[in-house]
């Protein structure tokens, strides 16, 4: 659902009014005024009526100028509405992204895991799956808690930050990726940091879709460009059937990189796929 347009205010007010006083002035014109009291008596019908016509496009501009702050009003918690929305659908996105990906991709490796360890390795799968679906849950209802909360009791929760960029990757390990993490010790913004955890999140995640258990590496640096974010991995392993997801995932992405001034690239790299993305923001702190 699109936002409307933002209100313009278009007023014609104040040209009636001055069209009126060029008629009455016209009037006034063309009338013979011979005595001194005839001429007092149409200065002070012109005079009142001036007044009155400009007292009128007054009140009425004043009237329509609280309009028009009404529906500026309107139509700017509107945006912030949309713009909460898509936030929303985001984090629901990545919930269920992350959350059932690494159930799914668990689930289907420890389902091929044969010989002595093969019920050893099934037991671990479930415990992470359980681990994972509790998770899952957890996010889930606080995010549903935030959505029926009233203003200020909704619960709050730090936002990420690159400082949460371990736990992520621990994440995909813990879901059987064999991720290696090289990041510089950089200073960002707040808003730039939760961006490259939501990149380096939905891309780890698509890798175990699509690639399964394989080798992937997430390079965090700073260039002449600005921030640098890649996110590699090797290819699927053998035997692997992909599990595509909604396929909005990167779409979203872009536009969150693209509103901080960034841009982001995906595509083939060998076997493998590849997703880089440029924040002009960081720093070596």
Known sequence: METTARPVLRSRVWPLAGGLVGVLVLVLATLGVDRPVTALVVLLVATATTAGVLAWA???SRRERRAYEDDLTAWAAERAAQGERLRIARDLHDLASH??????????A???VS?????AERARALADIERAGRDATTELRRM?????SPGDDAPLRPAEMLDDLPQIVESARSAGLDVALDAEDLTVSAGVGLAVCSVVREALANVLRHAGP??????LGHDAAGLRLVVEDEGPVAGWVPHPGAGVGLAGLRERVATLGGSLASG?????????????DGGRS
Do not use: K, M, S, W
């Open 110 to 112: 420890a389902r091929t």
């Open 115 to 119: 010989g002595p360890d093969g019920e």
């Open 99 to 108: 959350g059932l990906g690494l159930i799914t991709v668990r689930a289907a």
């Open 144 to 148: 549903l808690t935030v959505l029926r």
């Open 268 to 280: 083939r790299c060998g076997r493998g796929f590849r997703v880089e993305a440029v924040l002009p």
């Open 214 to 219: 394989t080798r992937a590496q997430v390079v």
């Open 58 to 60: 007054l009140v009425r």
